[in-house]
């Protein structure tokens, strides 16, 4: 069951960071009108909030207020 979960929190990673990134980039470039400053925006953002949410969702996973200790 954790390799599983695992497996999962890491595609649901990408897939949303794919979406947040597009968003990212497209807004780089409406704020700025030049498409360079747009990818290069959503180039660090990609590697950085993936990271981030990785832990994030990982914490979350953890977190169980009611579990019982063993």
Do not use: C, Q
């Not at 030049?34 to 660090?44: A, C, D, H, S, Y």
């Not at 981030?52 to 207020?65: D, G, I, K, N, V």
Request: aromatic share 12%; proline share 3%; net charge positive.
């Amino acid at each position: 069951m954790k390799k599983i979960a695992r497996k999962r929190h890491i595609i649901k990673t990408i897939t949303w960071r794919i979406v947040g990134t597009l968003d990212t980039i497209i807004l780089g470039w409406l704020i700025s009108g030049n498409p360079l400053v747009g990818f290069k925006i959503g180039g660090l953002e990609l590697i950085t909030k993936m990271v981030l949410y990785y832990f994030h969702e990982r914490a979350w996973y953890r977190y169980r207020p009611n579990r019982k200790k063993k």
